[in-house]
Structure formats: C-alpha cells, structure tokens
C-alpha cells in the first residue's frame, strides 16, 4: 500500500541550531510532495511543495527540502531554528489512484530548547 | 487572502448528540475534504466531495456522513456523536485542476462527554 513515513516522532533542538526532519514515501512515479506545518491549536499551513524540476525547493520562514529519488525521500532542513519554529510538520504525497487525495504522514513535533 | 473557515474551534457535546461541523471556502475550489486528526496517526480522510451533492468516502467515514448543497460550503454530521469521535477536525479545498496542494482551516476540536 502506498505510504508516507516519518520516523521521528518528536525531535528537540536547540534554538539556533540545524534542524532535518525526514520523510519517506512509496509511490510509483515521480510524485508531487508537500510539507505542511501545524502550530499548537491551528490548521495546516503549506511550507513548500516539489512538483519537478530543481530538486532543491524553498519555502516560507527559511525551510528548504530536497528530494532524492533514488532514497525515495523528501527531507526538509532549516540551517538555524527559531523558537517560533516549534510545531507539527507533516510530509504528504498525492495516491497514486487519486490525485487530488493526500496521504500525510503521522507527523514529527519539533521542539525548540532555549 | 484566500480562506477556508471553520464555524466553531471548539465543541462539547454529549454522546448521542447529532454534531454539525461546518466548513466554508472562499475560493471557488470543486474539491473539499474533512480530515480527522488523531495523535500519531496523522490525518485520515472522512469523506471528499469533488462538487455539489457529489460526494466520496474516505478512509474512515464509519459514522459520518457530508453534505455539500454549495459549492463553498461542507458540512460533516456525527448523526449520533461517540466519544471515539473526540478527536480535531480538519476542513480543507483544492481545485479540481490541482497538484494536490490543499489549503486547509484552522480546525475544530470536538469533545464527546
């Protein structure tokens, strides 16, 4: 079955310091990617998406992602975190037999020490 | 600025109770979706309605059901709320014509006593 995963639950860091987050996913082709960002109480907000081309993409509030096709992965990184950073990410990539219907992954909550 | 607005953030109701939750977008999209969102399980898909009165079910929609008479407005109904159905709920739209890119509203938090 198609999948998204991210394997870390939570990650904490420290507020200046690099931050990865991970994302795997199955899927036949090529697909559209996307991560999302949720603060405490609020919906999700996109961050940035890869739909093709430069394998390196930007987004809002300094996050970049890159895919690797041949890990099938789609990391987002941010060189120097903010406190205002602590959040739920998600990763999500349209099924395979329905495009317009993400799969999100179950999430990884970021943390910012002081 | 473009919106999907969510009409109540946060819900108490008790079991048996019929819950509407209501969802409306200002951006001519076709496509709307209802996600529940549970700690470590992410986000599952209730039910879809790609246009009006046109709905489909989701990965979860035991429970549930949709209405959709407008096409800026979709409504999800707990017909008779458990509390297996505590849990935030997510509104969010896409155009038919999409990458699959969804815009989401802030959510509804429902609590069933």
């Known amino acids: 079955a198609q999948s998204v995963t991210q394997p870390d639950i939570h990650i904490t860091v420290s507020e200046g310091a690099s931050l990865e987050l991970r994302c795997n996913y199955s899927?036949?082709?090529?697909?559209?990617l996307f991560w999302y960002v949720q603060s405490p109480g609020q919906g999700l907000q996109l961050l940035l998406k890869?739909?093709?081309?430069?394998?390196l993409v930007q987004g809002i509030k300094g996050f970049e992602a890159e895919f690797k096709r041949s890990q099938s992965s789609f990391n987002l990184r941010k060189p120097s975190v903010h406190w205002s950073d602590a959040a739920e990410y998600f990763c999500a990539v349209p099924r395979m037999d329905s495009s317009y219907k993400l799969i999100f992954g179950s999430g990884t909550r970021l943390l910012v020490r002081p | 600025d473009v919106k999907v607005t969510q009409s109540s953030r946060y819900l108490v109701k008790r079991t048996g109770e019929k819950v509407f939750l209501e969802c409306v977008q200002d951006?001519?999209?076709?496509?709307m979706f209802w996600y529940r969102q549970d700690p470590g399980l992410g986000l599952r898909l209730i039910y879809f309605?790609?246009?009006?009165?046109?709905?489909e079910k989701g990965d979860i929609p035991e429970g549930y059901s949709v209405s959709r008479e407008k096409k800026e407005r979709f409504s999800l109904i707990l017909e008779s709320a458990s509390t297996n159905q505590t849990s935030m709920y997510l509104c969010?739209?896409?155009?038919?014509?999409?990458?699959?890119?969804?815009?989401f509203g802030e959510g509804s938090r429902l609590t069933v006593l």
């Open positions: 969010a739209s896409s155009p038919a014509r999409g990458t699959g890119e969804l815009f």
């Open positions: 890869y739909f093709s081309g430069d394998t």
């Open positions: 309605s790609y246009d009006v009165k046109m709905k």
């Open positions: 951006m001519d999209h076709e496509n």
């Open positions: 899927y036949g082709a090529t697909p559209y």
